[in-house]
Structure formats: structure tokens, C-alpha cells
């Protein structure tokens, strides 16, 4: 491709909310532009980059058995409501209405229109496994879209759903998309995490998500560097020590009524008390499908939201209000777990043991002091309802845990009979019985994968790109057009490494040196080829985006030397 013919608008400066470093190299380097909120245009160079993400994962999905086709985007209600999501999945479901009244959505995910369509094909376990593919284009209508296409409310996606007989039949399908899926991100170059995870509103029992790790991350990973556990904060459990100071023998001391004035918080009442947040349960006050819950954890720490929703077997979880709190004979700020009668208690493993705890009094500037957790609350119910914290140890083998951020671009999960139960996705075994297909669905955000390669593989000139999935193999720069022989040369270039195989951006703009050199390495295609001043000797200079080597070759040398680095 010539580059002056080639729709590549650069910028110098960048919109001041694009905040990660992906969202603004690709708005510089003209790969998109945004036409409204979270939605956006691949232009030429974006557009190949996708493409080239695209082309490993079909090859990795077909290798591990996998059938490509395309779905629609716009689904009917009534499948929705049938697999119960329609109101379970949320604000995020981009709903409409048809000229007719009838309501549809754009397809978020595809486990109800994948399901009907193999329910209605497939009838004998003659025909399983089977696994489907598609690569498509989904909508979200996100609170808060943000980091360009990190969190869009348009993006291409491929997901997949697999189809078995039994589980053990699932296991095999799972595991071959497990390692697929870790073959399309390391030929994509990027550095990840398969992390233990919640499934949310896809359901399901197993589940892994792949994490690309980067600074700008919005999920937090929770992994130990002596083995190989990873989970992400949803789901990540650890390990407590309770210290000496904490569970101190205090055999004779009963729980006493300390007049705490205004104090509400655990940092305020820490202050005033003068002790650790460690000594503190604190009680946070929960509705569950109508029933008044209190959880109680350790001061310095916070409830996992989604850890309790799954103890307490529920979808949502509320807070209550102060007159609902006040309906149980507490009040807002000064909730404990002694006295309540009329109210479930769970507790976080973090607070077993505790001797010498302090807890709200259920009274208005009153606190509990020296509270002895196994006699004042021994039959309560201890669950992990916590995120992991700073210093915590492993539950697999000890060592202290590591946090990391990470961005997801790709999710496997175990469906089960979820989807072909409320649906009706049956089979006839070999003794005539039917049976409900066993589901599992496989996601990659391969939009998302491309926004997460650009964070990993960049410096303060611009992109460097994996050469896997660059847009163009090599940046053919001539160095002053209007001379005969630079350019004469430059055009053989051009087409013995187009012949060969590889693909090439010729820089043949009327352009200052300068500005060549500064767009390609804000482009970063992996090698660099400047025919200038030894064009008459045959001589160019070659100069390597990732490693910054520059060195000059013979023309002759070439198309070796690019085989040899591109393999």
C-alpha cells in the first residue's frame, strides 16, 4: 500500500477523556475514531490489525474442532424471557420495539438463539459434541463507556457454545477451548492470566477468565507467585492470621458499653478508642429477596458483594435504609450482632477467633467493648464473604498472595443444563431417553484484545506492534520523492517484498525526514527500510521497532534478512 493514497489521519494532540494510553495511540495513530459515545470507526490500518486477531482465532477455534457461523444480531423477547434473562440481565441489554409493538433486543451474548437453533437441528446423541463459533459484532449500553475500546457499547466478539452428552463430555470441550484460547493470546502476544472467576449473568458452574495484565486494568487479579492459583477479586479467597493483638486471652471480661459520641465510622472509632481496625466487626445491614440480613467482617476489610449474593443464594442484594435498620431494633451507624433477634447473621472467617472485638451496640453513640467472639456469637455461620486483602496467604500452598490488574479479553464457561433446560435443547440417548444437552460457552472480546495488545506493546514514540498481528509487516520510507534513483529503488523494494509475502507500507509522501521517522514509530510496524543517500550503492538501512537496532544491508541481503526476523 502506498501511504499517500492511504486513509490514515494522525493527530498530534488527542481528546483530553481518553485516558488510556491504548485509546489515545489509536486515535493518533488514525486506527479509529469515535462516532458517538463507546462507539467507534476502524479505519484502514485498525481494520487490518482486527482482521489479522481474527484470522488466529479461526485457525485455533477450527484446530480445536470448532464450526464457524453467523447468528443475528437482533433477538426476539420471548427467547430472553424464556432463559429468564430479560429482566435478569439488566439496564445493560439494549432493548427496542418493532413497528408492530414487539419487543426485541440487539444481542448482547447469543446462549438463547444458539440454543433454540441446535434445539431445533440436532435430536440424537449421534450428533454430539458439537462446538458452534461465530465472530460478531455485540451491543451493551454501558453506564459508563471508557478506555475507547476497553469498555465500548458497540464490539466485535467471538463466542462460542459447545454441546455435549454428559460431563465428562463438557470437561473435554472446555479444556479444548481452555487451551485454544491460551494459544490465540500468546500467537497474539500478549501477557495474561487464566484466573478463577464468577460467571454473573451468563451462569454457570466453572469458569476462567483470561486477563491481559495492564496497569489500566479495571479488574484486580489475586495471584500466588509460589504456585499457580489466580482468581480474580470476585472470586479469590485466602487465608487469615488473626494477630496477638487481636485474639489476646481475656477470659474474665464481660462485653461493656462504651459511650462512643457520633462516632460511625471505623476509622473514626479506631481514632477514638485507640485501636486497630483489626479489633473492630463491623456489621453491614443487607436486604436478600425480602429477608433482613447482617454481615459481619473485620473492620479493615470489605464485603465481596458477589461472594454473599451466592452464600445467601440470591441474584441481588440491597442495603437497607435507617428505618429498616430501625425496624430491628438498631440504628444506623451503631448496627452489632449481640441483641438482634429478629435478623440472619453471617460472618466472615475473618472475625473467628477474636477475643477482645469491639461492635456497634445497637444504640445511638454506644459501641460493645471486649467482645468474645465464640461466646458471645457461637452459633453463628461463618462463610467467605470478603475480597482478598494486602497480606493475606494463599489457601493452596501459604505464601503471601500478589495483586495485579488485568483487563478480560476472553471468558470460558461450564453452562451445564442452565440454557437447554429452560429451552428445551434435548437429545435421545442410545436406550431412546431424552436428555437436556450439557452447555458451554466460550468468549473472546477480540476488539478488546486489540485495545489490550496496544497497552502492553508501547513506549513514549508510539505502537510497537507484535509482528503477528501488526497492520503491515514493514514501513518502506523514501527520504526525498523527488529523487529518480531513491525512488526507482524504493518501487523494486516494493514489490520483491509484496511478491515474497510480506506486507508493506511504502512512505511515499512529500514529507520532511522528520516527520516520516516520528509516524512510523507512532505507527510501529515491527521493520523499518529507508532507502535515502546510499540508494545509489544499493545500500538501505533497516532499524528494528521493538529493539531499536539499526543497521544498514545490500539490497541483495534483504529478502533473507526479512524471512530470517520474521520467523
Given at each position: 500500500?502506498?501511504?499517500?493514497?492511504?486513509?490514515?489521519?494522525?493527530?498530534?494532540?488527542?481528546?483530553?477523556?481518553?485516558?488510556?494510553?491504548s485509546?489515545?495511540?489509536?486515535?493518533?495513530?488514525?486506527?479509529?475514531?469515535?462516532?458517538?459515545?463507546?462507539?467507534?470507526?476502524?479505519?484502514?490500518?485498525?481494520?487490518?490489525?482486527?482482521?489479522?486477531?481474527?484470522?488466529?482465532?479461526?485457525e485455533?477455534?477450527?484446530?480445536?474442532?470448532?464450526?464457524?457461523?453467523?447468528?443475528?444480531?437482533?433477538?426476539?423477547?420471548?427467547l430472553?424471557?424464556?432463559?429468564?434473562?430479560?429482566?435478569?440481565?439488566?439496564?445493560?441489554?439494549?432493548?427496542?420495539?418493532?413497528?408492530?409493538g414487539?419487543?426485541?433486543?440487539?444481542?448482547?451474548?447469543?446462549?438463547?438463539?444458539?440454543?433454540?437453533?441446535?434445539?431445533?437441528?440436532?435430536?440424537s446423541?449421534?450428533?454430539?459434541?458439537l462446538?458452534?463459533?461465530?465472530?460478531?459484532?455485540?451491543?451493551?449500553?454501558?453506564?459508563?463507556?471508557r478506555f475507547?475500546?476497553?469498555?465500548?457499547?458497540?464490539?466485535?466478539m467471538?463466542?462460542?457454545?459447545?454441546?455435549?452428552?454428559?460431563?465428562?463430555?463438557?470437561?473435554?470441550?472446555?479444556?479444548?477451548?481452555?487451551?485454544?484460547?491460551?494459544?490465540?493470546?500468546?500467537?497474539?502476544?500478549?501477557?495474561?492470566?487464566?484466573?478463577?472467576?464468577?460467571?454473573?449473568a451468563?451462569?454457570?458452574t466453572?469458569?476462567?477468565?483470561?486477563?491481559?495484565?495492564a496497569?489500566?486494568?479495571?479488574?484486580?487479579?489475586?495471584?500466588?507467585?509460589?504456585?499457580q492459583?489466580?482468581?480474580?477479586?470476585?472470586?479469590?479467597?485466602?487465608?487469615?492470621?488473626?494477630?496477638?493483638?487481636?485474639t489476646?486471652?481475656?477470659?474474665?471480661?464481660?462485653?461493656?458499653?462504651?459511650?462512643?459520641?457520633?462516632?460511625?465510622?471505623?476509622?473514626?472509632?479506631?481514632?477514638?478508642?485507640?485501636?486497630?481496625?483489626?479489633?473492630?466487626i463491623?456489621?453491614?445491614a443487607?436486604?436478600?429477596?425480602?429477608?433482613?440480613?447482617?454481615?459481619?467482617?473485620?473492620?479493615d476489610?470489605?464485603?465481596?458483594?458477589?461472594?454473599l449474593?451466592?452464600?445467601?443464594g440470591?441474584?441481588?442484594?440491597?442495603?437497607?435504609s435507617e428505618?429498616?435498620?430501625?425496624?430491628?431494633?438498631?440504628?444506623?451507624?451503631?448496627?452489632?450482632?449481640?441483641?438482634?433477634?429478629?435478623?440472619?447473621?453471617?460472618?466472615?472467617?475473618?472475625?473467628?477467633?477474636?477475643?477482645?472485638?469491639?461492635?456497634?451496640?445497637?444504640?445511638?453513640?454506644?459501641?460493645?467493648?471486649?467482645v468474645?467472639?465464640?461466646r458471645?456469637?457461637?452459633?453463628?455461620?461463618?462463610?467467605?464473604?470478603?475480597?482478598?486483602?494486602?497480606?493475606?496467604?494463599?489457601?493452596?500452598?501459604?505464601?503471601?498472595?500478589?495483586?495485579?490488574k488485568?483487563?478480560?479479553v476472553?471468558?470460558?464457561?461450564?453452562?451445564?443444563?442452565?440454557?437447554?433446560?429452560?429451552?428445551?435443547?434435548?437429545?435421545?440417548?442410545?436406550?431412546?431417553?431424552?436428555?437436556?444437552?450439557?452447555?458451554?460457552?466460550?468468549?473472546?472480546?477480540?476488539?478488546?484484545?486489540?485495545a489490550?495488545?496496544?497497552?502492553?506493546?508501547?513506549?513514549?514514540?508510539?505502537?510497537?506492534?507484535?509482528?503477528?498481528?501488526?497492520?503491515?509487516?514493514?514501513?518502506?520510507l523514501?527520504?526525498?520523492?523527488?529523487?529518480?534513483?531513491?525512488?526507482?529503488?524504493?518501487?523494486?523494494?516494493?514489490?520483491?517484498l509484496?511478491?515474497?509475502?510480506?506486507s508493506?507500507?511504502?512512505?511515499?509522501?512529500?514529507?520532511?525526514?522528520g516527520?516520516?521517522?516520528?509516524?512510523?514509530?507512532?505507527?510501529?510496524?515491527?521493520?523499518?527500510l529507508?532507502?535515502?543517500?546510499?540508494?545509489?550503492?544499493?545500500?538501505?538501512?533497516c532499524?528494528?521497532?521493538?529493539?531499536?537496532?539499526?543497521?544498514e544491508?545490500n539490497?541483495?541481503?534483504?529478502?533473507t534478512?526479512?524471512?530470517?526476523?520474521?520467523?
Amino acid at each position: 500500500m502506498r501511504q499517500q493514497r492511504l486513509l490514515n489521519p494522525t493527530l498530534r494532540d488527542v481528546p483530553g477523556d481518553a485516558e488510556a494510553a491504548s485509546h489515545r495511540l489509536m486515535l493518533r495513530a488514525g486506527l479509529i475514531r469515535q462516532l458517538s459515545s463507546g462507539i467507534y470507526s476502524y479505519l484502514p490500518l485498525g481494520l487490518k490489525a482486527l482482521g489479522h486477531i481474527q484470522t488466529i482465532v479461526r485457525e485455533e477455534m477450527d484446530r480445536a474442532g470448532a464450526q464457524e457461523m453467523l447468528m443475528p444480531a437482533l433477538h426476539p423477547a420471548e427467547l430472553w424471557k424464556a432463559s429468564g434473562r430479560w429482566d435478569v440481565y439488566g439496564p445493560e441489554l439494549m432493548r427496542l420495539q418493532d413497528r408492530h409493538g414487539r419487543e426485541f433486543a440487539l444481542g448482547a451474548t447469543h446462549e438463547e438463539v444458539i440454543t433454540t437453533l441446535v434445539k431445533d437441528e440436532i435430536h440424537s446423541y449421534k450428533k454430539l459434541p458439537l462446538t458452534l463459533y461465530q465472530i460478531q459484532t455485540k451491543y451493551r449500553d454501558e453506564r459508563r463507556p471508557r478506555f475507547g475500546l476497553l469498555r465500548g457499547r458497540e464490539f466485535l466478539m467471538k463466542d462460542a457454545y459447545s454441546f455435549d452428552r454428559s460431563t465428562s463430555g463438557l470437561d473435554a470441550s472446555y479444556q479444548a477451548m481452555f487451551d485454544a484460547y491460551v494459544n490465540i493470546f500468546t500467537r497474539c502476544g500478549l501477557q495474561f492470566r487464566a484466573v478463577e472467576a464468577d460467571s454473573g449473568a451468563i451462569g454457570g458452574t466453572d469458569t476462567h477468565e483470561f486477563m491481559a495484565l495492564a496497569d489500566v486494568g479495571e479488574d484486580t487479579i489475586v495471584h500466588c507467585p509460589a504456585c499457580q492459583y489466580a482468581a480474580n477479586l470476585e472470586k479469590a479467597s485466602g487465608t487469615i492470621t488473626n494477630t496477638s493483638a487481636t485474639t489476646a486471652e481475656m477470659p474474665n471480661t464481660q462485653p461493656a458499653k462504651v459511650h462512643t459520641p457520633g462516632i460511625t465510622s471505623i476509622k473514626q472509632l479506631s481514632q477514638f478508642l485507640r485501636i486497630e481496625p483489626q479489633q473492630i466487626i463491623k456489621s453491614v445491614a443487607v436486604q436478600a429477596n425480602g429477608e433482613p440480613v447482617i454481615a459481619l467482617i473485620r473492620g479493615d476489610l470489605e464485603i465481596n458483594e458477589i461472594k454473599l449474593k451466592h452464600v445467601l443464594g440470591v441474584d441481588e442484594i440491597t442495603m437497607l435504609s435507617e428505618t429498616e435498620i430501625a425496624a430491628l431494633g438498631s440504628i444506623a451507624g451503631f448496627i452489632g450482632p449481640i441483641g438482634l433477634s429478629s435478623v440472619r447473621l453471617i460472618a466472615d472467617s475473618s472475625i473467628q477467633g477474636l477475643t477482645d472485638a469491639v461492635v456497634g451496640a445497637n444504640e445511638a453513640d454506644y459501641h460493645l467493648q471486649h467482645v468474645d467472639v465464640q461466646r458471645e456469637l457461637a452459633d453463628i455461620l461463618y462463610a467467605d464473604v470478603r475480597n482478598v486483602g494486602q497480606g493475606e496467604n494463599c489457601s493452596h500452598c501459604g505464601h503471601e498472595l500478589a495483586f495485579a490488574k488485568g483487563i478480560e479479553v476472553g471468558h470460558v464457561f461450564k453452562l451445564g443444563t442452565k440454557y437447554s433446560e429452560s429451552l428445551g435443547a434435548s437429545f435421545t440417548d442410545e436406550n431412546g431417553l431424552s436428555e437436556p444437552m450439557i452447555m458451554g460457552c466460550y468468549g473472546i472480546g477480540v476488539s478488546r484484545v486489540l485495545a489490550a495488545v496496544i497497552e502492553q506493546h508501547q513506549d513514549e514514540r508510539g505502537i510497537s506492534w507484535p509482528n503477528a498481528i501488526a497492520p503491515y509487516s514493514i514501513h518502506l520510507l523514501t527520504v526525498q520523492v523527488k529523487d529518480e534513483a531513491r525512488m526507482t529503488l524504493s518501487e523494486e523494494l516494493y514489490l520483491s517484498l509484496t511478491r515474497a509475502g510480506f506486507s508493506v507500507l511504502w512512505d511515499d509522501r512529500e514529507e520532511r525526514p522528520g516527520v516520516k521517522f516520528n509516524d512510523a514509530d507512532l505507527l510501529g510496524f515491527p521493520l523499518r527500510l529507508t532507502v535515502g543517500k546510499k540508494a545509489n550503492e544499493r545500500i538501505i538501512e533497516c532499524k528494528e521497532r521493538r529493539s531499536g537496532s539499526a543497521y544498514e544491508l545490500n539490497v541483495e541481503q534483504l529478502l533473507t534478512h526479512c524471512q530470517s526476523f520474521f520467523n
